[in-house]
């Protein structure tokens, strides 16, 4: 059994939520555009402060199609306020098209500046490579080599952010079956497809949120949080 533990910073699935899988130290984040102020000094952001890396959501005219810009920083919070474009000086960075954004950080400080350098071109090569949204990055972030002790941490980090990119709505790191929309997930829907051939997770499957036990059904392409 896999317990992914759901925080709501209102109380509210409209509001910033904060992800967290069991017995691993990987964790997201899921904030509306909105909600990045200056400091994002409350104690609910405080494991932004540190590296990281991140995905900007949101819809491209002229025909809304949901797009995504695949990103990294040695401080989340500071990165996600300029790219709202609200920063002194630092305007210039701003993206106008996103209305949330993703983040994913590890709790115990093991994810630093080269490793998020390394998901960034990962993830940007793996949604590439699935082709559900159209990527809004100019540039392709180039290969960083990480070492052999650290490439099973990598690869267990990136297949926690495929299962976790999925909870949250936005699968960009999975492929796409037939006859699947690409459209997100709306935080009100209450339901979440989630990747079933996450490594190591068996039948049975749980989300803990605040006061409550999700229990889920799976079927051929993830599972259903009911």
Known sequence: MTTITLKLKENSPAGPQKYRIHSETTASYKIPREYIDKELSDK??????????????????????????????????????????????????????????????????????????????????????????????????SVKPVSDDDMEFCEDFIEDCRLLSTLMGVPFLSPKERNESNNIISNSERLSLCNANHRGYDDSKFVDAKGYKCKTNEFDNGFIVL
């Open 44 to 141: 609910f952001y405080s494991e932004l402060h540190r590296p990281g890396v991140y995905v900007l959501v949101g819809k491209r005219p002229p025909n809304n199609h949901t797009c995504i810009y695949i990103g990294q920083s040695d401080n989340l919070a500071r990165r996600l306020y300029a790219h709202k474009g609200g920063q002194d000086g630092e305007k210039q960075n701003g993206k106008l098209f996103w209305q949330e954004c993703l983040a994913f950080i590890t709790t115990d400080y093991q994810l630093q500046k080269g490793h998020a350098e390394f998901f960034e071109a990962e993830f940007y090569r793996i949604a590439k490579e699935v082709n559900r949204y159209p990527l809004m990055n100019d540039n392709i972030p």
